[in-house]
């Protein structure tokens, strides 16, 4: 068995089995790859430059070649349409990545709770997530410098500085250095090398005082190279001694000191490091730091095992997989460059023929070089002696050239899928509107295998930036803290659990855009989801309008106009319950609050009823009608509190109880006013009872008095009519009796005096 060199840079396993602590040997091994890597790189730097160089605007010739044949007459002018083909497949991908509701669709593996079915954790952490990132103004920035760098040269690199920020900044191609055997695929690369700078202040910050010193040396940095490249990046060092009249490093210090940014920016240079990543025996990652101007003798950082794998550290986007192989990816700079080059050449050559068709041609009639002078007077034009003009008309066929061009184009179309909306040319026929509709649909738009690789590369990003924003143990003094502690808790405020954001159990992946990048089709295929929106359910249907009005005024303006629903408020048997509910309590009736209840939807619906009675209180007291509305409010903020009650059993509706039961102390204090005007109206109520009651005794007493006095009036009256009556019967009884006697006395005379016997007088009754 061969003994491995113990002078390679890249170490091997021992003839023991055992592997090295970490595959590069020390820090000149590390500068002695990046240096070869870098050589390597040279053949595929030049071409890549000439690409850039159409795309920036080089003419097809080198001016100087056109002078010294005597050519610069000719029109030498790049028309930008490699310029327009990038600008314009890039603001696909922008459509893509941006024209979406949320940058991501997440699935955190938790199920709906029953008890609030309009909360969606993913939908929740989609929108917070989402939040998070567009409020950090690079990524804009960096995203489109990644997918132009895609575009031109096939690769665009997105890189994290260490293992806590979930920021990632974007790279050219240039500064990627890779062997040239590695192979097309993230996890196969065994080495990376990524060229970029630091700032005199940020490195600075590292050693600032005992602490910061302290805490960057058990990170893995070397305090003294850090002051070495310090100062190294020094523009003037000699004046920089005496300016604080010190050493270089305490005047670069105190510099530093006193305003970081503008030291860094006027006194020192960038300090330019390369940023190895290689891939350990056990699969971890290792990332070393080492200047890059020149060999020092240790690394700037030291990372060793610091990522589980190379998804961690970067991530690629690629336009293609090329034939497996790193080197072999091209973009769609490589693709065009011939035939934009080319389309250049015959354009300048129809400006040329145009030109010399157009021009005034002399024939010299003597030998001889000789200076020309033509003069114009007005219409009149005066020949230089020894010439004559040509009666002749040089026609080139410029048909034919602008022919040959629109077939390079077609060539082009037809081997990257890069289409024009309309060729150029004289005499075009007009189109058709299906053939306007058929090329709409094609301007601009992706490949169908391009969107999903482009996809692929996308879910990466956002895995890893979500995987570090939602990371518990993020450090305080890392950057981007606090804009990762500020998701968390926006998270954890809406009620999302804290195993929903794991990243070992959440899987996240970017949103789809309509339209595969290309905004005439997300016209297109938005008023075909309006048209089908008949039968969709009435999530569907909002969000077929949702996105159709995306379409029209793009997704930042849509809630604007269509605020998205939550389910919640979307009508469900819950609702329909919860509204016989309410009819129940405004009928006085006691309402059993169930514990399987959704108590989110019921709060919705049972707390506007509540809020309209006391809003109609508050506004006019005396049109409210208490009787009724006392004992619905009184049962309904019961009603309410058994379901608050339920909420507050768990623990991360911490936030929503508190504004609910700010709601229940709102109405409970309307409920107070209804209470007190009704007790004062009930005792007005009562008092004029009394009142009436007094009132109505003394009718009733008046009206007894006025009974009797009449009563005693008709007795006495019917009393004198009795002994009237009653004296004038005795009148006529002692009348008829008197009478009576008379005649039995005159009856009895005359029977004597018949008889013959005399009797005397009789005496005269004594009155009674």
Same mark, same amino acid.
């Given at each position: 068995?061969?003994?491995?060199?113990?002078?390679?840079?890249?170490?091997?396993?021992?003839?023991?089995?055992?592997?090295?602590?970490?595959?590069?040997?020390?820090?000149?091994?590390?500068?002695?790859?990046?240096?070869?890597?870098?050589?390597?790189?040279?053949?595929?730097?030049?071409?890549?430059?000439?690409?850039?160089?159409?795309?920036?605007?080089?003419?097809?010739?080198?001016?100087?070649?056109?002078?010294?044949?005597?050519?610069?007459?000719?029109?030498?002018?790049?028309?930008?349409?490699?310029?327009?083909?990038?600008?314009?497949?890039?603001?696909?991908?922008?459509?893509?990545?941006?024209?979406?509701?949320?940058?991501?669709?997440?699935?955190?593996?938790?199920?709906?709770?029953?008890?609030?079915?309009?909360?969606?954790?993913?939908?929740?952490?989609?929108?917070?997530?989402?939040?998070?990132?567009?409020?950090?103004?690079?990524?804009?920035?960096?995203?489109?410098?990644?997918?132009?760098?895609?575009? /031109?040269?096939?690769?665009?690199?997105?890189?994290?500085?260490?293992?806590?920020?979930?920021?990632?900044?974007?790279?050219?191609?240039?500064?990627?250095?890779?062997?040239?055997?590695?192979?097309?695929?993230?996890?196969?690369?065994?080495?990376?090398?990524?060229?970029?700078?630091?700032?005199?202040?940020?490195?600075?910050?590292?050693?600032?005082?005992?602490?910061a010193t302290r805490l960057a040396a058990e990170a893995g940095w070397s305090t003294d190279l850090i002051r070495e490249v310090i100062i190294r990046s020094a523009k003037n060092?000699?004046?920089?001694?005496?300016?604080?009249?010190?050493?270089?490093?305490?005047?670069?210090?105190?510099?530093?000191?006193?305003?970081?940014?503008?030291a860094s920016e006027n006194y020192c240079n960038p300090i330019r490091v390369i940023q190895l990543l290689v891939k350990e025996y056990s699969g971890k990652v290792s990332r070393?730091?080492?200047?890059?101007?020149?060999?020092?003798?240790?690394?700037?950082?030291?990372?060793?095992?610091?990522?589980?794998?190379?998804?961690?550290?970067?991530?690629?986007?690629?336009?293609?997989?090329?034939?497996?192989?790193?080197?072999?990816?091209?973009?769609?700079?490589?693709?065009?460059?011939?035939?934009?080059?080319?389309?250049?050449?015959?354009?300048?050559?129809?400006?040329?023929?145009?030109?010399?068709?157009?021009?005034?041609?002399?024939?010299?009639?003597?030998?001889?070089?000789?200076?020309?002078?033509?003069?114009?007077?007005?219409?009149?034009?005066?020949?230089?002696?020894?010439?004559?003009?040509i009666q002749h008309t040089f026609a080139p066929n410029l048909t034919g050239l602008i022919g040959v061009r629109n077939m390079l184009h077609q060539i082009l179309n037809n081997?990257?899928?890069?289409?024009?909306?309309?060729?150029?040319?004289?005499?075009?026929?007009?189109?058709?509107?299906?053939?306007?509709?058929?090329?709409?649909?094609?301007?601009?738009?992706?490949?169908?295998?391009?969107?999903?690789?482009?996809?692929?590369?996308?879910?990466? %990003?956002?895995?890893?930036?979500?995987?570090?924003?939602?990371?518990?143990?993020?450090?305080?003094?890392?950057?981007?803290?606090?804009?990762?502690?500020?998701?968390?808790?926006?998270?954890?405020?809406?009620?999302?659990?804290?195993?929903? %954001?794991?990243?070992?159990?959440?899987?996240?992946?970017?949103?789809?855009?309509?339209?595969?990048?290309?905004?005439?089709?997300?016209?297109?295929?938005?008023?075909?989801?309006?048209?089908?929106?008949?039968?969709?359910?009435?999530?569907?249907?909002?969000?077929?309008?949702?996105?159709?009005?995306?379409?029209?005024?793009? =997704?930042?303006?849509?809630?604007?106009?269509?605020?998205?629903?939550?389910?919640?408020?979307?009508?469900?048997?819950?609702?329909?319950?919860?509204?016989?509910?309410?009819?129940?309590?405004?009928?006085?009736?006691?309402?059993?609050?169930?514990?399987?209840?959704?108590?989110?939807?019921?709060?919705?619906?049972?707390?506007?009823?509540?809020?309209?009675?006391?809003?109609?209180?508050?506004?006019?007291?005396?049109? /409210?009608?208490? =009787?009724?509305?006392?004992?619905?409010?009184?049962?309904?903020?019961?009603?309410?509190?058994?379901?608050?009650?339920?909420?507050?059993?768990?623990?991360?509706?911490?936030? =929503?109880?508190? /504004?609910?039961?700010?709601?229940?102390?709102?109405?409970?204090?309307?409920?107070?006013?209804?209470?007190?005007?009704?007790?004062?109206?009930?005792?007005?109520?009562?008092?004029?009872?009394?009142?009436?009651? =007094?009132?109505?005794?003394?009718?009733?007493?008046?009206?007894?008095?006025?009974?009797?006095?009449?009563?005693?009036?008709?007795?006495?009256?019917?009393?004198?009519?009795?002994?009237?009556?009653?004296?004038?019967?005795?009148?006529?009884?002692?009348?008829?009796?008197?009478?009576?006697?008379?005649?039995?006395?005159?009856?009895?005379?005359?029977?004597?005096?018949?008889?013959?016997?005399?009797?005397?007088?009789?005496?005269?009754?004594?009155?009674?």
């Amino acid at each position: 068995m061969e003994t491995p060199d113990p002078n390679a840079p890249i170490q091997t396993l021992t003839p023991t089995g055992r592997a090295p602590k970490s595959r590069i040997k020390d820090c000149s091994a590390a500068y002695q790859l990046y240096v070869s890597i870098k050589d390597a790189d040279a053949e595929a730097a030049r071409y890549r430059t000439k690409i850039q160089g159409l795309i920036d605007g080089n003419p097809p010739y080198r001016a100087s070649d056109l002078e010294a044949n005597a050519q610069k007459w000719r029109s030498n002018v790049n028309f930008r349409e490699a310029e327009s083909i990038i600008d314009t497949n890039a603001a696909s991908i922008w459509e893509l990545d941006m024209e979406v509701p949320r940058l991501i669709t997440v699935d955190c593996g938790l199920d709906v709770d029953p008890q609030r079915p309009g909360i969606n954790y993913n939908d929740i952490i989609a929108e917070e997530y989402t939040r998070a990132v567009m409020d950090w103004p690079d990524y804009f920035y960096n995203r489109m410098l990644c997918t132009k760098e895609m575009l /031109v040269t096939g690769i665009g690199p997105m890189f994290w500085t260490d293992r806590y920020d979930w920021r990632p900044q974007a790279a050219k191609r240039a500064s990627m250095l890779v062997p040239p055997n590695s192979k097309a695929a993230i996890g196969q690369i065994e080495l990376i090398g990524i060229r970029h700078s630091y700032q005199a202040h940020e490195l600075y910050a590292k050693i600032a005082d005992e602490k910061a010193t302290r805490l960057a040396a058990e990170a893995g940095w070397s305090t003294d190279l850090i002051r070495e490249v310090i100062i190294r990046s020094a523009k003037n060092s000699e004046n920089a001694d005496g300016r604080f009249q010190g050493t270089l490093i305490e005047s670069l210090q105190q510099q530093l000191k006193n305003n970081d940014f503008a030291a860094s920016e006027n006194y020192c240079n960038p300090i330019r490091v390369i940023q190895l990543l290689v891939k350990e025996y056990s699969g971890k990652v290792s990332r070393h730091i080492i200047y890059e101007d020149e060999e020092l003798p240790g690394y700037l950082y030291v990372g060793q095992d610091e990522y589980d794998s190379m998804q961690q550290a970067l991530c690629l986007f690629m336009w293609n997989i090329g034939d497996g192989y790193f080197k072999s990816v091209k973009g769609l700079g490589h693709r065009i460059y011939p035939h934009v080059e080319l389309s250049n050449r015959f354009i300048n050559s129809t400006v040329d023929g145009a030109s010399m068709s157009s021009s005034f041609i002399l024939e010299p009639t003597t030998g001889g070089a000789q200076k020309v002078n033509v003069m114009r007077l007005g219409p009149v034009t005066i020949l230089p002696s020894g010439f004559r003009a040509i009666q002749h008309t040089f026609a080139p066929n410029l048909t034919g050239l602008i022919g040959v061009r629109n077939m390079l184009h077609q060539i082009l179309n037809n081997n990257t899928g890069v289409y024009k909306k309309q060729l150029e040319g004289p005499e075009l026929p007009e189109r058709t509107a299906t053939e306007v509709t058929t090329e709409e649909r094609k301007a601009a738009k992706l490949e169908k295998n391009q969107i999903s690789i482009h996809y692929l590369h996308l879910d990466a %990003l956002h895995k890893e930036m979500f995987r570090r924003l939602a990371n518990p143990s993020y450090p305080s003094e890392a950057p981007g803290y606090e804009e990762a502690k500020a998701f968390r808790d926006r998270c954890k405020k809406r009620g999302v659990p804290s195993e929903a %954001l794991d990243p070992k159990t959440a899987r996240v992946k970017a949103m789809r855009a309509i339209g595969n990048g290309s905004a005439v089709m997300h016209d297109m295929v938005t008023r075909e989801l309006v048209s089908m929106a008949g039968a969709m359910d009435e999530i569907g249907r909002r969000n077929a309008m949702r996105d159709r009005v995306a379409s029209l005024v793009g =997704q930042t303006m849509v809630n604007r106009y269509l605020p998205e629903a939550g389910r919640d408020q979307i009508p469900t048997s819950e609702h329909s319950l919860a509204m016989l509910e309410n009819n129940d309590i405004m009928a006085g009736q006691q309402v059993v609050v169930g514990v399987d209840q959704p108590h989110a939807i019921h709060w919705l619906v049972h707390l506007p009823k509540l809020m309209e009675i006391a809003s109609a209180f508050m506004q006019n007291p005396g049109q /409210v009608n208490l =009787q009724m509305a006392l004992p619905a409010m009184q049962i309904g903020l019961q009603h309410l509190s058994q379901h608050l009650q339920e909420f507050a059993r768990d623990p991360s509706r911490k936030g =929503q109880v508190q /504004v609910m039961e700010g709601q229940i102390k709102e109405l409970a204090k309307v409920f107070q006013q209804m209470q007190k005007i009704a007790q004062a109206q009930a005792q007005q109520a009562q008092q004029a009872q009394q009142q009436q009651q =007094q009132l109505v005794a003394q009718a009733q007493q008046v009206m007894a008095d006025r009974e009797t006095q009449t009563k005693l009036a008709e007795i006495q009256k019917n009393f004198e009519v009795k002994m009237a009556n009653m004296i004038k019967q005795n009148e006529i009884r002692t009348a008829k009796a008197i009478h009576s006697m008379r005649l039995s006395d005159m009856k009895a005379a005359a029977d004597l005096q018949r008889k013959g016997i005399v009797q005397p007088e009789p005496a005269e009754p004594e009155p009674t």
